[in-house]
Protein backbone atom coordinates (compact mmCIF):
# COMPACT_ATOMS: atom_id res chain seq x y z
CA UNK A 1 0.00 0.00 0.00
CA UNK A 2 1.70 3.31 -0.75
CA UNK A 3 2.63 5.63 1.87
CA UNK A 4 0.37 7.80 3.36
CA UNK A 5 1.02 11.34 3.47
CA UNK A 6 -0.65 14.53 4.75
CA UNK A 7 -2.10 12.85 8.26
CA UNK A 8 -4.26 15.62 9.74
CA UNK A 9 -4.11 13.61 13.40
CA UNK A 10 -1.16 13.15 15.59
CA UNK A 11 -0.60 10.17 16.62
CA UNK A 12 0.85 9.16 20.23
CA UNK A 13 4.94 9.22 20.26
CA UNK A 14 5.08 6.24 22.10
CA UNK A 15 2.86 4.00 19.35
CA UNK A 16 3.00 0.00 19.63
CA UNK A 17 5.65 -2.09 18.26
CA UNK A 18 5.39 -5.76 18.81
CA UNK A 19 2.01 -7.25 18.05
CA UNK A 20 1.08 -10.26 19.33
CA UNK A 21 -1.56 -13.07 18.08
CA UNK A 22 -2.46 -16.11 20.52
CA UNK A 23 -3.73 -19.11 18.18
CA UNK A 24 -5.56 -22.29 19.31
CA UNK A 25 -7.49 -25.00 17.80
CA UNK A 26 -11.21 -24.53 16.10
CA UNK A 27 -10.74 -20.46 16.57
CA UNK A 28 -12.57 -18.65 14.61
CA UNK A 29 -10.33 -17.50 11.30
CA UNK A 30 -12.23 -13.77 10.59
CA UNK A 31 -11.85 -12.52 14.31
CA UNK A 32 -8.04 -13.24 13.83
CA UNK A 33 -7.87 -11.81 9.95
CA UNK A 34 -10.02 -8.94 10.37
CA UNK A 35 -8.23 -7.57 12.72
CA UNK A 36 -5.07 -8.31 11.55
CA UNK A 37 -5.10 -7.16 8.17
CA UNK A 38 -5.56 -3.50 8.76
CA UNK A 39 -2.34 -4.04 10.82
CA UNK A 40 -0.48 -5.88 7.71
CA UNK A 41 -1.45 -2.50 5.85
CA UNK A 42 -0.37 -0.29 8.73
CA UNK A 43 3.27 -1.93 8.72
CA UNK A 44 4.21 -0.47 5.57
CA UNK A 45 3.51 2.98 7.31
CA UNK A 46 5.25 1.93 10.75
CA UNK A 47 7.40 -0.78 11.65
CA UNK A 48 5.43 -3.42 13.27
CA UNK A 49 6.63 -6.84 14.23
CA UNK A 50 4.07 -9.72 14.17
CA UNK A 51 4.36 -12.64 16.44
CA UNK A 52 1.99 -15.83 16.54
CA UNK A 53 1.74 -17.64 19.56
CA UNK A 54 0.71 -21.16 20.36
CA UNK A 55 1.01 -24.30 22.67
CA UNK A 56 3.51 -25.46 19.95
CA UNK A 57 5.23 -24.52 16.68
CA UNK A 58 3.02 -26.91 15.15
CA UNK A 59 0.04 -25.16 12.67
CA UNK A 60 -3.06 -24.67 14.19
CA UNK A 61 -6.44 -25.53 12.17
CA UNK A 62 -9.80 -23.81 12.20
CA UNK A 63 -11.13 -27.09 12.13
CA UNK A 64 -14.14 -27.93 14.80
CA UNK A 65 -13.69 -31.29 16.79
CA UNK A 66 -15.43 -34.00 15.42
CA UNK A 67 -18.41 -34.05 17.36
CA UNK A 68 -19.26 -30.53 16.28
CA UNK A 69 -18.81 -31.03 12.76
CA UNK A 70 -22.58 -32.57 11.58
CA UNK A 71 -21.81 -32.66 8.25
CA UNK A 72 -17.81 -34.26 8.78
CA UNK A 73 -17.14 -31.45 6.35
CA UNK A 74 -12.92 -31.20 5.77
CA UNK A 75 -12.86 -27.52 5.60
CA UNK A 76 -10.40 -25.39 7.87
CA UNK A 77 -7.19 -23.61 7.47
CA UNK A 78 -4.21 -23.87 9.44
CA UNK A 79 -2.19 -21.12 10.45
CA UNK A 80 1.64 -21.05 11.66
CA UNK A 81 2.97 -20.00 14.84
CA UNK A 82 6.10 -18.01 15.19
CA UNK A 83 6.66 -18.38 19.18
CA UNK A 84 5.19 -20.69 22.05
CA UNK A 85 4.07 -19.44 25.06
CA UNK A 86 6.93 -20.23 26.87
CA UNK A 87 9.17 -18.58 24.01
CA UNK A 88 7.31 -15.55 23.51
CA UNK A 89 8.63 -12.19 23.43
CA UNK A 90 7.55 -9.15 25.30
CA UNK A 91 4.77 -7.76 23.56
CA UNK A 92 3.30 -4.02 23.49
CA UNK A 93 -0.13 -5.50 21.75
CA UNK A 94 -2.43 -9.01 22.42
CA UNK A 95 -4.76 -10.32 20.55
CA UNK A 96 -6.91 -12.76 21.69
CA UNK A 97 -9.21 -14.37 19.08
CA UNK A 98 -12.59 -16.27 19.82
CA UNK A 99 -13.53 -19.50 20.01
CA UNK A 100 -12.98 -22.41 23.09
CA UNK A 101 -9.35 -21.78 24.32
CA UNK A 102 -7.89 -23.89 27.37
CA UNK A 103 -6.30 -23.16 30.38
CA UNK A 104 -2.88 -22.50 28.73
CA UNK A 105 -4.44 -19.81 26.97
CA UNK A 106 -5.79 -18.48 29.74
CA UNK A 107 -2.73 -18.57 31.98
CA UNK A 108 -0.41 -16.80 29.03
CA UNK A 109 -2.93 -13.52 29.22
CA UNK A 110 -3.11 -13.53 32.79
CA UNK A 111 1.28 -13.23 32.85
CA UNK A 112 1.28 -11.27 30.04
CA UNK A 113 -1.02 -8.35 30.68
CA UNK A 114 0.48 -6.31 33.48
CA UNK A 115 3.35 -5.74 30.71
CA UNK A 116 1.07 -5.03 28.34
CA UNK A 117 0.44 -1.79 26.81
CA UNK A 118 -3.09 -2.84 25.14
CA UNK A 119 -5.21 -6.09 24.91
CA UNK A 120 -7.60 -6.56 22.19
CA UNK A 121 -9.60 -8.75 22.37
CA UNK A 122 -12.47 -10.32 19.30
CA UNK A 123 -15.86 -11.91 19.40
CA UNK A 124 -15.64 -14.45 22.63
CA UNK A 125 -11.93 -13.38 23.10
CA UNK A 126 -13.06 -11.53 26.08
CA UNK A 127 -14.27 -14.43 27.68
CA UNK A 128 -10.79 -16.11 27.54
CA UNK A 129 -9.66 -12.94 29.13
CA UNK A 130 -12.05 -12.62 32.07
CA UNK A 131 -11.53 -16.12 32.77
CA UNK A 132 -7.46 -14.53 32.98
CA UNK A 133 -9.23 -12.24 35.48
CA UNK A 134 -8.27 -9.39 33.77
CA UNK A 135 -11.26 -7.66 32.94
CA UNK A 136 -12.17 -7.86 36.36
CA UNK A 137 -14.28 -4.27 37.43
CA UNK A 138 -13.85 -3.27 34.03
CA UNK A 139 -16.10 -2.45 31.20
CA UNK A 140 -16.32 -5.21 27.99
CA UNK A 141 -18.53 -6.68 25.11
CA UNK A 142 -18.42 -9.89 23.79
CA UNK A 143 -19.96 -12.10 20.68
CA UNK A 144 -23.71 -11.03 20.81
CA UNK A 145 -24.78 -15.12 19.63
CA UNK A 146 -22.94 -16.53 22.79
CA UNK A 147 -23.67 -13.72 25.27
CA UNK A 148 -25.23 -15.69 27.83
CA UNK A 149 -22.71 -18.28 27.55
CA UNK A 150 -19.81 -16.12 27.56
CA UNK A 151 -20.50 -13.63 30.31
CA UNK A 152 -21.38 -16.07 32.75
CA UNK A 153 -17.93 -16.98 32.45
CA UNK A 154 -17.32 -14.53 34.71
CA UNK A 155 -19.57 -11.54 36.52
CA UNK A 156 -17.15 -9.52 38.24
CA UNK A 157 -16.79 -8.11 34.22
CA UNK A 158 -19.04 -5.42 33.69
CA UNK A 159 -21.08 -6.72 30.42
CA UNK A 160 -21.93 -3.94 27.80
CA UNK A 161 -25.08 -5.88 25.60
CA UNK A 162 -25.00 -2.85 23.43
CA UNK A 163 -22.14 -1.90 21.86
CA UNK A 164 -19.80 -2.95 18.68
CA UNK A 165 -16.84 -2.62 20.66
CA UNK A 166 -15.88 -1.02 24.22
CA UNK A 167 -12.57 0.68 25.22
CA UNK A 168 -11.95 0.44 29.08
CA UNK A 169 -8.36 1.52 29.61
CA UNK A 170 -6.09 -0.15 27.96
CA UNK A 171 -8.49 -3.15 27.11
CA UNK A 172 -10.32 -3.32 23.77
CA UNK A 173 -13.30 -5.62 23.38
CA UNK A 174 -15.12 -6.67 20.23
CA UNK A 175 -18.44 -7.70 19.31
CA UNK A 176 -18.74 -10.59 17.76
CA UNK A 177 -16.22 -11.91 14.67
CA UNK A 178 -16.45 -8.97 12.06
CA UNK A 179 -16.84 -6.84 15.01
CA UNK A 180 -12.85 -6.98 14.95
CA UNK A 181 -12.49 -5.09 12.39
CA UNK A 182 -13.91 -2.23 13.54
CA UNK A 183 -12.54 -2.03 16.33
CA UNK A 184 -8.81 -2.23 15.32
CA UNK A 185 -9.64 0.50 12.57
CA UNK A 186 -10.69 2.27 15.54
CA UNK A 187 -7.47 1.31 17.69
CA UNK A 188 -5.52 2.33 14.90
CA UNK A 189 -7.48 6.08 14.26
CA UNK A 190 -6.69 5.95 18.59
CA UNK A 191 -3.09 5.38 18.28
CA UNK A 192 -1.70 5.87 14.81
CA UNK A 193 -4.14 8.89 13.76
CA UNK A 194 -7.50 8.96 12.09
CA UNK A 195 -5.90 9.53 8.55
CA UNK A 196 -3.88 5.98 8.92
CA UNK A 197 -7.63 4.47 9.75
CA UNK A 198 -9.41 5.52 6.95
CA UNK A 199 -6.69 5.11 4.32
CA UNK A 200 -6.42 1.60 5.12
CA UNK A 201 -9.90 1.54 5.19
CA UNK A 202 -10.74 2.77 1.75
CA UNK A 203 -7.92 0.25 1.17
CA UNK A 204 -9.21 -2.66 2.05
CA UNK A 205 -12.50 -1.11 0.44
CA UNK A 206 -14.49 -1.51 3.73
CA UNK A 207 -16.86 1.10 5.28
CA UNK A 208 -15.94 0.67 8.54
CA UNK A 209 -18.64 1.59 11.77
CA UNK A 210 -16.60 4.56 13.67
CA UNK A 211 -19.48 4.66 16.14
CA UNK A 212 -18.97 1.97 19.13
CA UNK A 213 -22.43 2.34 19.76
CA UNK A 214 -23.64 0.48 16.28
CA UNK A 215 -24.89 -3.04 16.89
CA UNK A 216 -28.15 -4.31 15.65
CA UNK A 217 -27.15 -7.34 16.41
CA UNK A 218 -27.38 -6.95 20.15
CA UNK A 219 -31.53 -6.33 19.21
CA UNK A 220 -31.36 -9.18 16.76
CA UNK A 221 -30.25 -11.61 20.04
CA UNK A 222 -32.98 -9.67 22.19
CA UNK A 223 -30.37 -8.52 24.84
CA UNK A 224 -31.21 -5.47 27.29
CA UNK B 1 -22.70 -22.76 14.45
CA UNK B 2 -26.29 -24.35 15.39
CA UNK B 3 -28.10 -25.91 12.16
CA UNK B 4 -30.49 -23.65 10.12
CA UNK B 5 -33.83 -24.55 10.18
CA UNK B 6 -36.68 -23.17 8.69
CA UNK B 7 -35.23 -21.62 4.81
CA UNK B 8 -37.56 -19.83 2.89
CA UNK B 9 -35.67 -20.34 -0.13
CA UNK B 10 -34.76 -23.73 -1.93
CA UNK B 11 -31.29 -24.10 -2.78
CA UNK B 12 -30.23 -25.61 -5.95
CA UNK B 13 -30.07 -29.64 -6.04
CA UNK B 14 -26.15 -30.21 -7.44
CA UNK B 15 -24.30 -28.08 -4.61
CA UNK B 16 -21.24 -27.39 -4.73
CA UNK B 17 -19.07 -29.63 -2.39
CA UNK B 18 -15.38 -29.44 -3.14
CA UNK B 19 -13.70 -25.93 -2.90
CA UNK B 20 -10.54 -24.86 -3.68
CA UNK B 21 -8.07 -21.96 -2.97
CA UNK B 22 -5.26 -20.44 -4.68
CA UNK B 23 -2.39 -19.51 -3.03
CA UNK B 24 0.81 -17.54 -3.53
CA UNK B 25 3.60 -15.53 -1.17
CA UNK B 26 2.19 -11.80 -0.71
CA UNK B 27 -1.57 -12.37 -1.51
CA UNK B 28 -4.24 -10.37 0.79
CA UNK B 29 -4.66 -11.81 4.00
CA UNK B 30 -8.78 -10.73 3.94
CA UNK B 31 -9.36 -11.58 0.65
CA UNK B 32 -8.77 -15.10 1.64
CA UNK B 33 -10.45 -15.41 4.85
CA UNK B 34 -13.48 -12.71 4.47
CA UNK B 35 -14.25 -15.44 1.67
CA UNK B 36 -13.70 -18.64 3.22
CA UNK B 37 -14.95 -17.76 6.55
CA UNK B 38 -18.87 -17.75 5.96
CA UNK B 39 -17.75 -21.36 4.22
CA UNK B 40 -16.39 -22.31 6.99
CA UNK B 41 -20.07 -21.53 8.84
CA UNK B 42 -21.64 -23.51 6.17
CA UNK B 43 -19.62 -26.49 6.69
CA UNK B 44 -21.45 -26.89 9.22
CA UNK B 45 -24.82 -27.05 7.53
CA UNK B 46 -23.51 -28.70 3.92
CA UNK B 47 -20.69 -31.25 3.81
CA UNK B 48 -17.89 -29.50 2.45
CA UNK B 49 -14.36 -29.80 1.64
CA UNK B 50 -11.33 -27.60 0.86
CA UNK B 51 -8.21 -27.81 -0.58
CA UNK B 52 -5.71 -24.76 0.14
CA UNK B 53 -3.48 -25.23 -3.23
CA UNK B 54 0.28 -23.80 -3.94
CA UNK B 55 3.01 -24.32 -5.90
CA UNK B 56 4.33 -26.30 -3.10
CA UNK B 57 3.76 -27.77 0.22
CA UNK B 58 5.73 -24.80 2.20
CA UNK B 59 3.37 -22.30 3.67
CA UNK B 60 2.48 -19.28 2.20
CA UNK B 61 3.28 -16.09 3.55
CA UNK B 62 1.55 -12.82 3.51
CA UNK B 63 4.45 -11.14 3.50
CA UNK B 64 5.96 -8.69 1.20
CA UNK B 65 9.09 -8.68 -0.56
CA UNK B 66 12.05 -6.95 0.92
CA UNK B 67 12.27 -3.66 -1.43
CA UNK B 68 8.46 -3.11 -1.06
CA UNK B 69 8.43 -3.14 2.95
CA UNK B 70 9.57 0.13 3.78
CA UNK B 71 9.70 0.01 7.05
CA UNK B 72 11.35 -3.27 7.62
CA UNK B 73 8.21 -4.64 9.49
CA UNK B 74 8.70 -8.46 10.27
CA UNK B 75 4.40 -8.66 10.42
CA UNK B 76 2.92 -11.62 8.42
CA UNK B 77 0.88 -14.68 8.52
CA UNK B 78 1.66 -18.06 6.93
CA UNK B 79 -1.06 -20.75 6.07
CA UNK B 80 -0.13 -23.98 5.43
CA UNK B 81 -1.56 -25.59 1.96
CA UNK B 82 -3.08 -28.99 1.46
CA UNK B 83 -2.03 -29.36 -1.82
CA UNK B 84 0.00 -28.52 -4.87
CA UNK B 85 -0.57 -27.30 -8.43
CA UNK B 86 0.28 -31.13 -9.61
CA UNK B 87 -1.98 -32.68 -6.69
CA UNK B 88 -4.84 -30.65 -6.45
CA UNK B 89 -8.28 -32.68 -7.01
CA UNK B 90 -11.02 -32.01 -9.21
CA UNK B 91 -12.96 -28.27 -8.15
CA UNK B 92 -16.43 -27.65 -7.96
CA UNK B 93 -15.18 -23.80 -7.17
CA UNK B 94 -12.22 -22.66 -7.13
CA UNK B 95 -11.17 -18.79 -4.90
CA UNK B 96 -8.65 -16.42 -6.49
CA UNK B 97 -7.20 -14.08 -4.14
CA UNK B 98 -5.93 -10.75 -5.12
CA UNK B 99 -2.17 -10.22 -4.65
CA UNK B 100 1.09 -10.91 -7.90
CA UNK B 101 0.43 -14.11 -8.52
CA UNK B 102 3.26 -15.97 -10.69
CA UNK B 103 2.32 -17.39 -14.04
CA UNK B 104 2.26 -20.83 -12.73
CA UNK B 105 -1.26 -19.41 -10.72
CA UNK B 106 -2.38 -18.68 -14.34
CA UNK B 107 -1.22 -21.57 -16.08
CA UNK B 108 -3.25 -23.74 -13.19
CA UNK B 109 -6.28 -21.19 -13.49
CA UNK B 110 -7.03 -21.87 -17.39
CA UNK B 111 -6.40 -25.78 -16.64
CA UNK B 112 -8.93 -25.76 -14.15
CA UNK B 113 -11.47 -23.31 -15.13
CA UNK B 114 -13.07 -26.08 -18.13
CA UNK B 115 -14.16 -28.41 -15.09
CA UNK B 116 -15.15 -26.08 -12.52
CA UNK B 117 -19.06 -25.31 -11.54
CA UNK B 118 -17.83 -21.75 -10.45
CA UNK B 119 -14.65 -19.33 -10.14
CA UNK B 120 -14.88 -17.53 -7.83
CA UNK B 121 -12.22 -14.35 -7.28
CA UNK B 122 -11.41 -11.33 -4.55
CA UNK B 123 -9.79 -8.15 -5.38
CA UNK B 124 -7.13 -8.19 -8.12
CA UNK B 125 -7.73 -11.76 -8.20
CA UNK B 126 -10.05 -11.06 -11.57
CA UNK B 127 -6.64 -9.65 -12.66
CA UNK B 128 -5.41 -12.84 -12.50
CA UNK B 129 -7.61 -15.04 -13.71
CA UNK B 130 -8.03 -12.61 -16.85
CA UNK B 131 -4.70 -13.31 -17.54
CA UNK B 132 -5.60 -17.04 -18.04
CA UNK B 133 -8.07 -15.74 -20.39
CA UNK B 134 -11.11 -17.04 -19.07
CA UNK B 135 -12.78 -13.67 -18.52
CA UNK B 136 -12.27 -12.69 -22.05
CA UNK B 137 -16.06 -11.13 -23.32
CA UNK B 138 -17.33 -11.67 -19.57
CA UNK B 139 -18.40 -8.99 -17.36
CA UNK B 140 -15.81 -8.44 -14.40
CA UNK B 141 -14.85 -6.63 -11.46
CA UNK B 142 -11.65 -5.49 -9.57
CA UNK B 143 -10.28 -3.83 -6.85
CA UNK B 144 -11.06 -0.47 -7.47
CA UNK B 145 -8.00 1.60 -6.19
CA UNK B 146 -5.56 -0.87 -8.27
CA UNK B 147 -8.28 -0.53 -11.49
CA UNK B 148 -5.85 1.08 -14.15
CA UNK B 149 -3.10 -1.73 -13.72
CA UNK B 150 -5.43 -4.73 -13.30
CA UNK B 151 -7.82 -4.31 -16.51
CA UNK B 152 -4.69 -3.30 -18.74
CA UNK B 153 -3.89 -7.12 -17.69
CA UNK B 154 -6.55 -7.90 -20.22
CA UNK B 155 -8.90 -5.63 -22.45
CA UNK B 156 -10.77 -8.38 -23.61
CA UNK B 157 -12.45 -8.15 -20.50
CA UNK B 158 -15.45 -5.98 -20.40
CA UNK B 159 -14.10 -4.28 -16.67
CA UNK B 160 -17.55 -3.00 -14.48
CA UNK B 161 -15.86 0.24 -12.79
CA UNK B 162 -19.36 0.67 -10.66
CA UNK B 163 -19.89 -2.72 -8.66
CA UNK B 164 -19.42 -4.36 -5.27
CA UNK B 165 -19.24 -7.57 -7.59
CA UNK B 166 -20.20 -8.55 -10.63
CA UNK B 167 -21.38 -12.14 -12.02
CA UNK B 168 -21.15 -13.63 -15.23
CA UNK B 169 -22.09 -17.06 -16.11
CA UNK B 170 -20.32 -18.47 -13.71
CA UNK B 171 -17.68 -16.47 -12.79
CA UNK B 172 -17.94 -14.11 -9.53
CA UNK B 173 -15.60 -11.50 -9.33
CA UNK B 174 -15.64 -9.00 -6.27
CA UNK B 175 -14.05 -5.48 -5.82
CA UNK B 176 -11.26 -4.84 -3.38
CA UNK B 177 -10.39 -6.92 0.15
CA UNK B 178 -13.60 -6.77 1.96
CA UNK B 179 -15.98 -7.26 -1.09
CA UNK B 180 -15.20 -10.62 -1.13
CA UNK B 181 -17.41 -10.95 2.19
CA UNK B 182 -20.23 -9.45 0.58
CA UNK B 183 -19.59 -11.44 -2.90
CA UNK B 184 -18.80 -14.96 -1.11
CA UNK B 185 -22.16 -14.48 1.12
CA UNK B 186 -24.26 -13.34 -2.33
CA UNK B 187 -23.13 -16.37 -3.42
CA UNK B 188 -24.40 -18.45 -0.92
CA UNK B 189 -27.75 -17.10 -1.11
CA UNK B 190 -27.79 -17.55 -4.48
CA UNK B 191 -26.37 -21.11 -4.09
CA UNK B 192 -27.33 -22.31 -1.14
CA UNK B 193 -30.45 -20.21 0.02
CA UNK B 194 -30.82 -16.83 1.20
CA UNK B 195 -31.64 -18.10 4.90
CA UNK B 196 -27.61 -19.42 4.57
CA UNK B 197 -26.43 -16.16 4.42
CA UNK B 198 -28.97 -14.20 6.56
CA UNK B 199 -27.69 -16.80 9.48
CA UNK B 200 -23.80 -16.70 8.59
CA UNK B 201 -23.73 -12.91 8.27
CA UNK B 202 -26.12 -12.70 11.79
CA UNK B 203 -23.37 -15.09 13.24
CA UNK B 204 -20.33 -12.75 11.79
CA UNK B 205 -21.92 -10.08 12.90
CA UNK B 206 -21.78 -8.52 9.89
CA UNK B 207 -24.53 -6.65 8.10
CA UNK B 208 -23.63 -7.60 4.14
CA UNK B 209 -24.23 -5.04 1.49
CA UNK B 210 -27.11 -7.17 -0.87
CA UNK B 211 -26.88 -4.76 -3.42
CA UNK B 212 -24.05 -6.08 -5.77
CA UNK B 213 -24.33 -1.92 -7.68
CA UNK B 214 -22.84 -0.59 -3.74
CA UNK B 215 -19.50 0.73 -4.34
CA UNK B 216 -18.76 4.29 -2.70
CA UNK B 217 -14.98 3.33 -3.98
CA UNK B 218 -15.61 3.50 -7.10
CA UNK B 219 -16.36 7.16 -7.04
CA UNK B 220 -13.70 7.72 -4.36
CA UNK B 221 -10.69 6.54 -6.63
CA UNK B 222 -12.59 8.71 -9.22
CA UNK B 223 -13.47 5.65 -11.93
CA UNK B 224 -15.80 6.88 -14.46
Known amino acids: MPTVSGQSAIPKVDTPVNYGVVLYPYFQA ?12 LAFEYHLNLYIIAATLDPVSTRPPDDENPKKSDFAQSIVPTHTFETAP ?17 DFIAKLYPSL ?12 AARAGVLDGKQA ?35 GVSAGMDA ?8 YGKGHAEKISNYLEYKRHEDSKWDPFSDLYGLK
Open 184 to 191: MLAFIAEI
Open 141 to 175: TTNKMEWEKTIALRPQVTWITHARWVVDGNIWTSS
Open 30 to 41: LDVFGSLDPLNS
Open 117 to 128: KYLFTVCTGSGI
Open 90 to 106: PLDVLIVPGGRADQAVV
